[in-house]
């Protein structure tokens, strides 16, 4: 099983929607996880799959993450649980996750990426600053 995932603070929560309607353009099956790292009355919808911040407290680097980061910078503790989310999605049923960012927008097909791991472990992408 496929998914894409993103890691978003509340305010983040439509840049996310956003990211899962360029998906649904593709893809309408496939599904988003989305962790979001503050409390939220927001809900999960038919593929879009929220994650209340609660989700990875059995995870004792995601309990230190949270004590070094979540009261000082949301920006990093969210970056810092990247790999933590990842691979709790892929102990917990899913073989291959994508993680992208909340402001990105797919306009072309991205099933080649999923293609991709069938060769690769991990595929990487730049990030390019300002």
Same mark, same amino acid.
């Given at each position: 099983? !496929?998914?894409?995932?993103?890691?978003?603070?509340?305010?983040?929560?439509? *840049?996310?929607?956003? /990211? *899962? !309607? #360029?998906?649904?353009? &593709?893809?309408? @099956?496939?599904?988003?996880?989305? /962790?979001?790292? =503050? %409390?939220? @009355? %927001?809900?999960? %919808?038919? +593929?879009f799959? $929220?994650?209340?911040?609660?989700?990875?407290?059995?995870?004792? $680097?995601a309990n230190?993450? %949270?004590?070094?980061y979540?009261?000082?910078?949301? @920006?990093? &503790?969210?970056?810092?649980?990247?790999?933590?989310?990842?691979?709790?999605?892929? =102990?917990?049923?899913?073989?291959?996750?994508?993680y992208?960012?909340?402001?990105?927008? *797919?306009? +072309? @097909? &991205?099933? &080649? $990426?999923?293609? =991709? $791991?069938?060769?690769? #472990?991990?595929?990487? #992408?730049?990030?390019?600053? =300002?």
């Amino acid at each position: 099983m !496929q998914t894409f995932c993103t890691i978003v603070s509340a305010d983040y929560i439509p *840049f996310a929607k956003v /990211l *899962f !309607q #360029s998906i649904k353009k &593709f893809d309408n @099956n496939i599904a988003i996880q989305v /962790l979001v790292i =503050e %409390e939220t @009355n %927001e809900n999960s %919808e038919e +593929n879009f799959i $929220l994650h209340k911040k609660d989700f990875l407290t059995n995870s004792p $680097l995601a309990n230190q993450l %949270e004590i070094k980061y979540a009261y000082t910078s949301k @920006n990093h &503790f969210r970056c810092a649980l990247k790999p933590v989310f990842i691979s709790h999605l892929l =102990e917990h049923g899913f073989d291959k996750v994508i993680y992208v960012d909340p402001d990105i927008f *797919f306009v +072309n @097909n &991205f099933s &080649f $990426l999923f293609t =991709e $791991l069938d060769t690769s #472990s991990i595929l990487l #992408s730049p990030h390019w600053g =300002e």
